[in-house]
C-alpha cells in the first residue's frame, strides 16, 4: 500500500498501517445505467489541490462525452477508511460506485465479496496490456483483478551527495557498504544520523530480508506460514536493524522511526542518507536539502544488484453492487489511463503504472530513473491473504525490529516470537 496522510506530516504517509479486518456484507447486484450520479470515493491528500485539480479535469471530459451523468467525488480521510469502507461493505446501499484503496488491503476486500472482479475489464482496456505485470499481481487476490492499478509507490536510497563529497564516500555498491558509508557519516558528523529508518518503517525493513533470500512466509496448498524465522530473513532483519544503532541511528531517537518521521529528517538536513519513495521526491524538494542530494536504487548484497522493493500503490475498484458498472469502469480506466496518469505524476509525483508512461517521464526527469530501474529490476509484495492486514496492524515485524534494535532480544528470538505471532493469525 502506499496511502497519503491527511495530516500536515511531510506531504505523504506511504505506508504503514492496513485496514482493520472486514465483514462480509451482504450480497447485492448491481446493473448497468447509462446516466445518473456516479459516486467515486478518492483519498483526501494533505495538499489535496493538485490532485482535485487533475480529477476534476477528468471528470468534466468524462461528463462531456457521457450525456445524462454527474460524477460526484467524496474524499475519503486516510486513517477514517477502515471504517469507511466497513460500512459499504455492510451495506451496499451506501457503498460507491468507484473507490481507491491501497494494494495491501485487496486480499481483506475482496474476501468480503463486494468488489467486482475486474480481470475481463482489464484485459478488454486498451492500455491494459501497458500495466506492468509485477504491479498488477499486486491487485490480485485468488488469482482474479479486483483493482486497476493508478500508482505505484516504490522507494529508492536518497543520499546526501554534499556530505558524501565532503567525506570521499562513494554510493554504496552493496547494503553492508550502505552500513559502512552510514557510520563514516555519524563518526565525522556526529550532528547527523548515518541514515534516517527507524523500527516503525516496515517497509524500508523489507529489501533487507528479500536481498538476502528471505521472505515473509511461503504459501503450501493455500496455507501461509512464516519464513521470518530462516537464517535469510534473519540475517536480512539483523542487517537492517544494525542500521539503527547508537553509531548510526541512536535507537532512542530511532527505534520508534516511521517511514515518514525518517524522510522528514532527511529532508530537514538531519541524516546523510534515508531510503525513501517516488512520493516523497516532492517533499524533500521543499526541504533544507534541495540541490544537495541525489536517488539511486538501494543496492542488493552484492555490487551491481539492486534490493527487491516492496510494491506498494493504490487501486480504482468497481463496487459489485453499483447500478453503473459499466460507467464505474469506464470512468477508473479513464484515471488509470496515459493522459491522466501523466497529470497525476505532475500533480502529485505518483510513479505511473504503465509501462509506456514511466518509460517517458524517466526520459524527462533524471530524478526518476532510479524508481523506474529499481521497478524494473523487480519488485516483492507481502502475502496475499487477508491475515496480512491483521499481522500489520499488530505491529508483529516492527516488535521484533525494535527488539533487536534495542538489545531487549536477539534477531533469534525476535523472530521466533514474530512468526508464531503471524502463524496465529494465518492459522
Not at 521526491?281 to 539492486?306: H, N
Not at 497529470?343 to 524527462?364: D, E, F, H, I, R
Request: hydrophobic content about 40%.
Amino acid at each position: 500500500m502506499k496511502l497519503r496522510s491527511v495530516l500536515p506530516a511531510v506531504a505523504t504517509l506511504a505506508l504503514l498501517a492496513a485496514c482493520a479486518p472486514t465483514q462480509s456484507g451482504p450480497a447485492a447486484a448491481g446493473g448497468n445505467q447509462t446516466d445518473g450520479t456516479l459516486r467515486v470515493w478518492l483519498f483526501d491528500e494533505a495538499n489535496r489541490a493538485p490532485k482535485e485539480a487533475a480529477v476534476k479535469e477528468a471528470i468534466t471530459e468524462f461528463e462531456a462525452s457521457h450525456a445524462g451523468v454527474k460524477v460526484d467525488v467524496q474524499w475519503v480521510p486516510v486513517e477514517g477508511r477502515a471504517d469507511k469502507f466497513s460500512g459499504a461493505f455492510n451495506d451496499p446501499s451506501n457503498a460507491p460506485d468507484v473507490a481507491e484503496f491501497g494494494n495491501t488491503d485487496v486480499s481483506s476486500y475482496a474476501q468480503t465479496g463486494a468488489l467486482s472482479d475486474l480481470t475481463k475489464d482489464i484485459a478488454n482496456w486498451s492500455d491494459g496490456k501497458d500495466l506492468l505485470s509485477s504491479v498488477v499481481d499486486t491487485a490480485k487476490a485468488n488469482g482474479k483483478i479486483y483493482g486497476i492499478p493508478w500508482y505505484t509507490g516504490i522507494r529508492a536510497l536518497y543520499y546526501r551527495t554534499d556530505v558524501f563529497a565532503e567525506l570521499g564516500l562513494k554510493p554504496p555498491a552493496t547494503l553492508a557498504e550502505l552500513t559502512e558509508d552510514a557510520r563514516k557519516i555519524r563518526e565525522k558528523k556526529p550532528d547527523l544520523y548515518g541514515i534516517a529508518t527507524g523500527g516503525k518503517y516496515t517497509y524500508a525493513m523489507l529489501p533487507f530480508i528479500w536481498a538476502n533470500g528471505g521472505d515473509l512466509a511461503k504459501q503450501d496448498n493455500g496455507k501461509w506460514t512464516s519464513a521470518v524465522d530462516s537464517p535469510q530473513a534473519k540475517a536480512g532483519v539483523a542487517a537492517y536493524a544494525n542500521l539503527i544503532k547508537d553509531d548510526i541511528c541512536p535507537p532512542a531517537a530511532c527505534a520508534n522511526l516511521t517511514g515518514t518521521q525518517s524522510v522528514t529528517a532527511f529532508a530537514g538536513g538531519k541524516a546523510g542518507m534515508v531510503i525513501g519513495g517516488d512520493f516523497n521526491r516532492k517533499a524533500v524538494e521543499k526541504g533544507a536539502v534541495k540541490g544537495k542530494y541525489a536517488i539511486m536504487p538501494l543496492p542488493g548484497t552484492t555490487p551491481g544488484s539492486v534490493a527487491p522493493a516492496f510494491a506498494g500503490g493504490n487501486l480504482l475498484g468497481v463496487f459489485g453492487a453499483s447500478q453503473r458498472h459499466g460507467l464505474a469502469v469506464q470512468f477508473a480506466e479513464l484515471l488509470a489511463g496515459v493522459k491522466y496518469q501523466e497529470k497525476m505524476y505532475a500533480a502529485m509525483g505518483n510513479l505511473p503504472t504503465l509501462a509506456s508512461v514511466q518509460k517517458k517521464l524517466a526520459a524527462s526527469d533524471p530524478t526518476l530513473k532510479a524508481f523506474v530501474d529499481t521497478l524494473s529490476a523487480g519488485t516483492k509484495f507481502v502475502p496475499s491473504t487477508p491475515a496480512w492486514s491483521k499481522i500489520d496492524s499488530q505491529n508483529v515485524l516492527p516488535t521484533a525490529v525494535q527488539q533487536i534494535a534495542t538489545g531487549g532480544k536477539d534477531a533469534n528470538a525476535a523472530l521466533a516470537d514474530a512468526a508464531a505471532a503471524m502463524n496465529k493469525n494465518f492459522g
